[in-house]
């Protein structure tokens, strides 16, 4: 009390400079605010581990085998024995045709072959005959008639031999107005019905009968682009994964075109894969993972630790809760991880995810830790 008399007694001039200075040590405290904790960051810690990376293709079934079924000779259907969707086995009958001229055309040739034996059994005699009398008395024959019988005898063996071949291409004919399947498979299309008139299929233009598919073994090809073909060969291993039925299986790749598209630079591998439930349909689409590169033992940080794309750096947060920026060399690259090549040590935590706001020097407590990097 006797302080602020004293004050208040005091000179004008001394009371502002008092109120001044008063003012002054308020505004600044109020702009210096104690200071506030260090921000806490997501780290994860630099881990020795295995990496993989892969590429994901998309890929679509076919039958392993696909034809246009067409009929040898012309005629008409007199019996259709398959519809669309009936699955038939190797050797299975599929439509018949009638060919009324081509039993004709058997008959005569069958009766020309026999005529022809005929004339050779009677040439073969003669000759036979005579050249036993040749044998027995020799001279009483005259040479000439003798070369006359055996070249008789030569062109009408030959005679027969052309009888019997055409005689046996008619019968082949006849053969193949019973059509029948070449391999077991499925009826996909059905183009001829019963009366159709079918025209040989040896001119272009021509209607077949059915198309049929091989589906207990589907191919599965996919396009591999052009940087990744020396990645394939035959027997690599890879992952498959139909969506449209929920299934996941490992294949082989068998065997590819080697050949690169120019228009789409890329190469057609192919899978063979079994289908005996008839559970995948030709036109299926399905994703193929593609191995292309693996690294052991290598240590890894989480792909969100990085920083830039030509010279990657990441934010590394030592133990004494210090921030320091960290140069370092990238190797393989996963969809998840990193290969450390160079610049970070096994066990010091990086920094993970945003890092605006953070420079080196700063200080900061480490937030929840991941134990390691995924591959």
Not at 231 to 256: E, N, Y
């Amino acid at each position: 009390m006797k302080r602020a008399a004293s004050l208040h007694k005091a000179p004008a001039p001394l009371r502002l400079a008092v109120a001044a200075a008063l003012g002054v040590l308020a505004a600044s405290c109020s702009r210096n605010p104690p200071p506030s904790s260090a921000p806490t960051v997501a780290v994860a810690r630099t881990v020795r581990t295995r990496l993989a990376s892969a590429m994901s293709l998309q890929g679509e079934f076919h039958p392993f085998q696909d034809i246009l079924v067409y009929a040898k000779v012309s005629g008409y259907v007199s019996a259709i024995r398959v519809d669309i969707g009936d699955r038939v086995k190797a050797g299975d009958l599929i439509a018949t045709l009638e060919v009324p001229e081509l039993k004709d055309q058997l008959a005569a040739a069958a009766a020309s072959e026999q005529r022809a034996e005929t004339e050779n059994a009677i040439a073969h005699l003669n000759y036979q005959r005579l050249a036993d009398v040749n044998r027995s008395q020799p001279n009483l024959v005259a040479q000439q008639d003798l070369d006359d019988a055996q070249a008789k005898d030569s062109a009408s063996a030959a005679t027969v031999a052309v009888a019997k071949a055409d005689a046996a291409r008619y019968r082949a004919l006849m053969d193949f107005t019973r059509i029948e399947a070449p391999f077991a498979g499925v009826v996909t299309k059905r183009f001829a019905d019963l009366g159709s008139l079918i025209q040989a299929g040896t001119s272009s233009g021509t209607m077949p009968l059915v198309e049929l598919a091989e589906d207990d073994l589907l191919r599965l090809r996919f396009p591999v682009p052009e940087a990744e073909t020396p990645l394939i060969h035959k027997d690599k291993t890879v992952q498959c994964t139909v969506d449209a039925i929920h299934r996941t299986f490992s294949g082989k790749i068998v065997r590819d075109e080697w050949a690169i598209d120019r228009s789409t630079r890329t190469m057609i591998a192919e899978v063979d894969v079994p289908n005996t439930d008839s559970e995948l349909k030709a036109g299926m689409y399905a994703t193929i993972v593609l191995p292309l590169q693996s690294a052991t033992d290598v240590l890894a940080v989480p792909l969100q630790a990085l920083s830039g794309e030509e010279h990657p750096s990441v934010m590394v947060l030592g133990a004494d809760g210090i921030l320091s920026e960290h140069r370092v060399g990238v190797g393989l690259r996963t969809a998840s991880s990193a290969e450390i090549t160079s610049g970070l040590r096994e066990g010091e935590l990086v920094v993970v995810g945003d890092r605006s706001g953070l420079h080196a020097g700063d200080k900061a407590a480490p937030g929840p830790i991941d134990p390691e990097p995924h591959p």
